[in-house]
């Protein structure tokens, strides 16, 4: 069954999302802000839920048509064939958005797409629907007067990998921190740092994408509860999961000041089945050594919430850059707010990348270090 798919993602993450539609063999992909869009099926629904590393949330789009008036938005949505997707008891909250659009009072666009998808599924009888069946949740988006309709198949976001129960005080995102780890080109063959590792997000997330641990084989999915997909889809997706994980030693350390942090830390990398491969320790910034030519570090220092005021987080990258300037060897990728980083670090990065974590707008600083020579 042929189906358009489309993934949300963070700004600033689309290109990564892109690469993982490309590995899968999707067709005709599309990249806007947010989201990547391509023509795939059930099974890539259910690989890109297990596998997708950078986006947020999976969909199944059932329809796309121009809208300018009310009028206009419940026919279109009522023209969908909504009877494939929801049982006539199904459970489907709405939610949307509008962009520089005619039709911008969202209360009143929801309301009208939860009536008109009711009528399709009870044939226009009026009767009301008692939605006690599984859920199915849709996600509309009006952007230019275009509406996009879809399904969302993931449930909870995607970057909720399941094996962290709770965050530090400014935690970062897994999406983000995969991201950090695939842009630093990093494969688990040189050592890997993250000297501020907060509740461990960077550590594990580089430890599961090196050991090639499926990021969703931990936690559940909505659409595992849908009739029209086949339980042994779910079932031969998470069994070839299991398969493609490897089996090899890794050097990642990561360490922090605050001791409970690190046994935070230390528990999710439990959970996500990577304590093995990672060294944690309570350390101060200023007690780090490093002995090894190459390496990289990765690092979402403190904004100011897990420190005492801006002037403490200023000074702690001030330490980073003295620690780091001198270490050609070690590419260092920095997640940070702060527009001054460079000057603080004491040296221009050599590419710099917006992402949002969350709501907070960040740069992403990096710097490339030599490459090993290869031993022939």
Not at 94 to 105: D, M, N, P
Not at 160 to 176: C, D, F, H, N
Not at 260 to 268: D, R
Request: with cysteine; aromatic share 8%.
């Amino acid at each position: 069954m042929k189906i358009r798919i489309c993934a949300i993602c963070a700004f600033g993450l689309e290109t990564l999302v892109r690469f993982e539609f490309e590995r899968f063999g999707l067709l005709n992909i599309s990249v806007s802000d947010g989201r990547v869009d391509a023509d795939g099926s059930m099974v890539d629904i259910v690989r890109l839920n297990l596998w997708s590393r950078f986006a947020d949330r999976v969909l199944i789009v059932t329809g796309e048509f121009t809208a300018v008036t009310f009028d206009g938005l419940f026919e279109g949505i009522r023209g969908i064939p909504w009877e494939e997707w929801i049982d006539r008891n199904g459970n489907f909250p709405v939610e949307g958005k509008s962009v520089r659009s005619t039709l911008h009072h969202l209360p009143s666009c929801q309301a009208i797409v939860k009536k008109a998808v009711a009528e399709r599924l009870n044939h226009g009888s009026g009767e009301r629907l008692p939605e006690t069946g599984p859920e199915r949740r849709i996600r509309f988006s009006i952007l230019k007067d275009r509406v996009t309709v879809a399904i969302d198949t993931s449930g909870e976001s995607l970057h909720r990998r399941g094996y962290r129960l709770a965050g530090g005080t400014a935690p970062l995102k897994e999406t983000i921190a995969a991201a950090m780890v695939y842009l630093s080109g990093w494969q688990g063959d040189i050592p890997l740092l993250d000297p501020c590792c907060g509740s461990g997000t960077i550590a594990v997330e580089a430890a599961m994408a090196a050991l090639n641990i499926a990021p969703g084989c931990r936690r559940s999915f909505a659409a595992e509860k849908w009739p029209v997909f086949p339980s042994e889809l779910w079932r031969d997706g998470r069994m070839e999961a299991r398969e493609q994980a490897k089996s090899k030693e890794l050097c990642v350390q990561a360490s922090d000041i605050d001791p409970g942090a690190v046994a935070l830390a230390q528990s999710n990398a439990v959970r996500a089945g990577v304590s093995d491969s990672i060294r944690f320790e309570t350390k101060d910034l200023n007690q780090i050594w490093i002995d090894r030519e190459f390496g990289t570090a990765l690092c979402n220092p403190p904004y100011g919430e897990r420190l005492e005021g801006k002037s403490a987080a200023v000074h702690f990258l001030h330490v980073l850059g003295k620690i780091f300037r001198k270490k050609s060897g070690w590419n260092l990728l920095v997640l940070t707010p702060e527009d001054g980083f460079e000057r603080i670090f004491g040296r221009p990065a050599d590419r710099r990348r917006k992402l949002y974590n969350g709501r907070i707008k960040v740069d992403l600083f990096q710097y490339f270090g030599k490459v090993p020579a290869v031993s022939r």
